[in-house]
């Protein structure tokens, strides 16, 4: 927010008062005692950056009052309260964004662009990668683990890309990382059955120091794409290329694309929250896959159906 000349931190909220002092501090504004507070500011928009275990009761104060908001991904710990979040957004018509930058990257509109005539028979999904070092992550109640907390990223992808997933098998190790208080799986595995026929897998581990892997392997008739963060490899016919990505310019563009929508002078939210409860209801059948060793079918309908927090002023 601090880069875009239209905007203004109003100030942050936090359940430590020492960080949201420090955060207001280095970029401006101040620090509220409350979300009713903040929200009394006046903001023109609100972020709602907290853990998964801490959304919904943050999100309901917003939307009562009608301030557009952007809610960092994955939108819940569970299905119970995302749905009762999209619920709420629809009655209001609220205008959301959710964090899934990963929509933005331009290597994943080459990708599509690739795509468009050329049927996807194979998706391999993968997140492979180290405990992030907050005592929350490791607790399944917390983050929901690391297919909820983590691959959602990779699942929204698919989604975006190949189609709506109908059924998963999924199966986890039953072996938490060695993590004080860990009780997540340390793998999981998946496979995913497509509406359109495609057919996919998705592996997730948090076993290593470093990152390894976090992407997709396509498989169309004739054409391979492997696509990460940093960029996209195709071959085809004509050999390999690849070309790079931008990262940081994709977290910019989520931003901008929101204030945009805000302000009124664009339309390009890729991910509202009515979007974002399809990748929420597919991470959570994995991992309830996982959970009991059972396929989990999943919804087919509308997006909409079944059915630290910062607030910021913009320029119009």
């Known amino acids: 927010m601090s880069g875009f000349e239209d905007v203004e931190l109003l100030g942050v909220h936090d359940v430590s008062r020492d ?36 959304h919904g009761p943050v999100e309901e104060e917003i939307i009562a009052a009608g301030v557009p908001m952007f809610v960092e991904k994955p939108v819940a710990v569970d299905l119970d309260t995302a749905e009762r979040i999209a619920a709420l957004v629809q009655e209001k018509q609220l205008l959301t964004a959710v964090g899934h930058h990963w929509r933005y990257l331009h290597v994943v509109e080459q990708a599509r662009e690739l795509l468009a005539d050329t049927p996807v028979r194979m998706v391999n999904g993968s997140w492979l990668d180290k405990v992030p070092p907050v005592a929350w992550w490791a ?3 917390r983050s929901g683990g690391p297919v909820v907390e983590q691959a959602a990223h ?15 098998t999924a199966y986890g ?32 581990a948090c076993v290593l120091t470093w990152k390894h892997r976090a992407g997709l392997e396509i498989l169309a008739d004739g054409l391979a794409l492997s ?10 016919a004509d050999g390999e290329r690849r070309i790079e990505s931008d990262p940081d310019g994709a977290r910019i563009a989520v931003d901008r694309a929101f204030i945009d929508a805000v302000t009124g002078v664009g339309d390009d939210v890729r991910v509202p929250y009515a ?36 607030g910021v002023s913009v320029d119009a």
């Open 227 to 236: 696509l990460a963060e940093d960029g996209l490899v195709i071959r085809d």
């Open 19 to 54: 960080a949201a002092a420090e955060l207001a501090s280095a970029y401006g504004g101040r620090s509220f005692v409350d979300v009713d507070e903040l929200l009394a500011a006046g903001p023109d928009a609100v972020y709602v950056c907290v853990p998964p275990f801490a």
């Open 173 to 204: 190790d039953g072996n938490p990382p060695p993590v004080e208080g860990a009780d997540i799986d340390s793998v999981t595995a998946a496979t995913l059955r497509f509406a359109n026929g495609a057919v996919g897998t998705l592996a997730a």
């Open 275 to 310: 979007e974002a409860m399809r990748t929420q209801r597919l991470a959570l059948a994995v991992a309830e896959s996982a959970r009991t060793g059972r396929a989990v079918t999943l919804p087919t309908g509308p997006a909409s159906a079944p059915l630290a927090t910062a």
């Open 154 to 168: 990779v699942l929204d992808l698919v989604r975006s890309l190949v189609g709506e997933v109908v059924e998963v």
């Open 139 to 141: 607790v399944r109640d």
